[in-house]
């Protein structure tokens, strides 16, 4: 039986999406993309652009669940995490009207689950990815390949707990 997760990393401009299937341990790109919401449009407008990309992506793809990266905030940034906040929501709740359980992870979790490194640099997490996925080149832009991450992380982690509750 195949499983497909549907990875998210969230913002307000530009959300990557990654969709893998896992099938026995073969691990297969399915999708993946970007929803841009326009920076010139009111907060609600934007956020109802985000909400009805992420349904419409469900509708198409038809994952098992969602994994999405965790908010973090920079005490220097505290405005970027406010809006973070405000799309996540978003998606939160396009996956709560699909009924879609959802699986957050820190963005340290992710780095540490791919690399073993949990401040890796962009590059070290491209070529995990890479690997993983056997892709020909590196997943661009940045936004999928953290949405690709996000989804393999939340697949490792699920292995290791099927393991443990053996």
Do not use: W
Not at 15 to 38: H, P, Q
Not at 44 to 55: A, N, P, Q
Not at 76 to 90: E, F, N, S, V
């Amino acid at each position: 039986m195949s499983l497909r997760i549907l990875g998210i990393d969230p913002a307000l401009g530009t959300t990557g999406y990654g969709v893998i299937e896992v099938e026995g341990t073969a691990i297969r790109l399915i999708d993946a993309g970007v929803v841009r919401s326009d920076s010139k449009t009111a907060l609600e407008m934007r956020l109802v652009e985000i909400f009805d990309g992420i349904c419409e992506i469900i509708d198409d793809l038809r994952p098992n669940c969602m994994a999405i990266e965790e908010l973090y905030s920079h005490y220097d940034r505290p405005t970027t995490a406010i809006l973070m906040g405000h799309a996540r929501g978003a998606i939160f709740l396009a996956a709560a009207k699909r009924d879609l359980q959802v699986f957050p992870y820190p963005a340290t979790k992710i780095k540490k689950t791919l690399t073993g490194n949990g401040h890796a640099p962009k590059a070290q997490m491209q070529m995990a990815i890479k690997l993983q996925l056997n892709l020909k080149k590196f997943p661009e832009p940045a936004d999928v390949a953290d949405a690709l991450a996000i989804a393999l992380t939340h697949h490792h982690h699920r292995a290791v707990n099927a393991i443990l509750d053996l």
